[in-house]
């Protein structure tokens, strides 16, 4: 079991910044990949970004230049830093923790922070 909060959400302007944080606590951190996803009001959640146990990173298109995913296995935590935000970056921004054993997948979901980007 894995259990995940993520802290950092917030109102900001359009251009700023702000970083998420997803601590994770009950499992070993290190041996889960990590993802940031988010859902916009009447949207499906989608994959902002992800980082491997080995920390090798993947990031949707919308994001790539502006964002960036890191983990910190010593402290059991994730970011996300996400720069030159923009009004469509606005939804709730969920934690994931992901593995595979033995061909089933076993994911764990934070209870989401609110992002608004809006003057």
Same mark, same amino acid.
């Given at each position: ?20 944080? %997803? ?71 969920? %934690? ?24």
């Amino acid at each position: 079991q894995v259990q995940l909060a993520e802290s950092g959400g917030g109102l900001v302007q359009p251009g700023g910044s702000l970083r998420l944080s %997803c601590a994770a606590s009950g499992s070993i951190f290190s041996i889960y990949a990590m993802g940031w996803y988010r859902q916009a009001p009447g949207k499906q959640r989608e994959l902002v970004a992800s980082i491997t146990s080995g920390g090798s990173t993947n990031y949707a298109d919308s994001v790539k230049g502006r964002f960036t995913i890191s983990r910190d296995n010593a402290k059991n935590t994730m970011y996300l830093q996400m720069n030159s935000l923009k009004p469509e970056d606005t939804a709730v921004y969920y %934690c994931n923790a992901h593995r595979t054993i033995f061909n089933t997948n076993i994911d764990y979901w934070g209870q989401g922070t609110q992002v608004t980007v809006s003057s």
